[in-house]
């Protein structure tokens, strides 16, 4: 069956243009099942002089089972339609239930296939790795009812799975106790003095998870109610940008950069000696980009040529800051930043993040060596609708005239809205420029 758009469309779900991949596999999925239950109607389907037959297929059995485990069905019926492809036993209805674990947007269906497998005692192997998967899905219950599944296992490389996750989330619930009593006991203390004692004793924890609630009682402060640190408890969070747990490093730079501390951007730019985690590195140059030191620049260019796509990509969003147009830096550090940019604009960037934040950087700087790489950008081959708005904008920062063709064929031809939107608002502004007005 067909929408009005030609999809085929799946039982109980539209089928909506561009719809994404994780749907399209869940359609898939659903109309395997129908092709299935119509190949073992077929095969099953008795001649003009051969008796009826009455038992079903077990593919039969499978493809009917399986279109109420992914379709709009409720827990129950999911999981005995599970349970009664599991008793089949046969080749079709093993892969339809491995195939739920493919489908990325539908948990209710995980669920039940793993109780649906923890009811049954299954010991069937092909179901242990997806299962193991699942022990780190997002969704507490798809975890859960993985674990269960796992548990009914005699297999030692599930026992073993089991046990660790076990683990895991006994260190889990310890570190949310542990985080519920420091609350208590700090807003029982209404002492400054005392308090900053605390924090401190918990800033310098042998325990990672107390560090870091320590440093978000600090953050919060600074964050609800503009509280700035003491000094003492500032002296041991610089400190801690060596920490050996990265959530703890990320919590720091996080705070340093809020604090806007000019003397700090030295300290960040130290860490990128030696760091070796990419979200630490990725966090410390947006925060050289906030903080505006513009010994910072030369850093950031380097960071141009880091290996890791996110990474790069945060040096040339700090880039756009440091030497965003009217900053007042000096210009030699701003040629140097737009040389290094237009360098690496000359190399194919097949990172859509990367690309995206290398226009918006140009966009930020606004220099007038950029317009014809923002014309690029802007136009039709660019296929990411952010990427083409962020040109935009930079055409109208740089205001040369030759921009205003390009942001009127976005204001006419763009299918984004998001896109004819900014070429509105930047040919309101640009448009009534009496130079402006002689281009056209």
């Not at 297999?155 to 895991?168: G, I, K, L, W």
């Not at 009682?217 to 964050?223: S, T």
């Amino acid at each position: 069956m067909t929408g009005g758009n030609g999809h085929a469309q799946c039982p109980g779900r539209p089928v909506y243009p561009g719809q994404p991949a994780r749907t399209r596999s869940y359609c898939a999925l659903v109309a395997a099942g129908l092709w299935m239950a119509g190949a073992a109607t077929a095969a099953s389907s008795p001649a003009a002089s051969a008796p009826a037959v009455t038992k079903p297929a077990a593919s039969e059995t499978a493809a009917t089972q399986i279109i109420k485990v992914v379709g709009q069905s409720d827990p129950a019926t999911r999981r005995e339609a599970a349970l009664a492809i599991l008793k089949t036993q046969s080749p079709e209805g093993m892969k339809a239930l491995l195939g739920v674990f493919d489908v990325d947007n539908n948990e209710q269906a995980k669920i039940a296939v793993c109780e649906a497998l923890a009811a049954a005692q299954s010991q069937i192997p092909a179901f242990i790795p997806r299962l193991e998967e699942l022990l780190r899905h997002k969704n507490p219950a798809v975890r859960k009812a993985a674990a269960v599944a796992l548990a009914g296992y005699a297999d030692p490389q599930a026992t073993a799975s089991v046990a660790a996750y076990q683990r895991e989330q006994e260190r889990v619930l310890m570190a949310e106790s542990l985080e519920r009593l420091m609350d208590t006991l700090y807003d029982a203390t209404t002492d400054e003095t005392k308090r900053g004692t605390l924090l401190l004793e918990w800033l310098k924890s042998p325990l990672a998870v107390q560090r870091l609630k320590g440093l978000q009682i600090v953050y919060d402060a600074l964050r609800g109610k503009g509280t700035k640190p003491a000094n003492e408890v500032l002296a041991q969070i610089r400190i801690m940008l060596t920490d050996s747990d990265v959530p703890v490093r990320l919590k720091v730079i996080a705070m340093l950069r809020d604090l806007g501390i000019p003397e700090d951007a030295a300290r960040l730019r130290s860490l990128l000696d030696n760091e070796r985690s990419a979200a630490v590195r990725a966090e410390t140059y947006k925060a050289l980009g906030k903080l505006t030191d513009p010994a910072s620049i030369q850093v950031c260019i380097a960071g141009l040529g880091e290996s890791n796509d996110e990474v790069a990509a945060a040096a040339v969003d700090a880039l756009g800051h440091l030497c965003e147009k009217g900053s007042g830096r000096p210009a030699d550090a701003i040629a140097a930043a737009v040389n290094a940019i237009l360098a690496r604009l000359a190399r194919p960037v097949d990172s859509v993040l990367q690309r995206r934040d290398l226009v918006e950087a140009m966009a930020d700087i606004a220099d007038p060596r950029f317009t014809p790489l923002l014309v690029k950008y802007a136009g039709p081959d660019e296929l990411e609708p952010t990427i083409r708005q962020a040109a935009l904008r930079g055409l109208e920062r740089i205001g040369d005239p030759v921009g205003l063709n390009v942001l009127l064929d976005r204001l006419v031809n763009d299918p984004d809205a998001g896109v004819r939107e900014v070429a509105a608002a930047a040919l309101g502004r640009l448009g009534s420029q009496p130079s402006h007005l002689q281009a056209f």
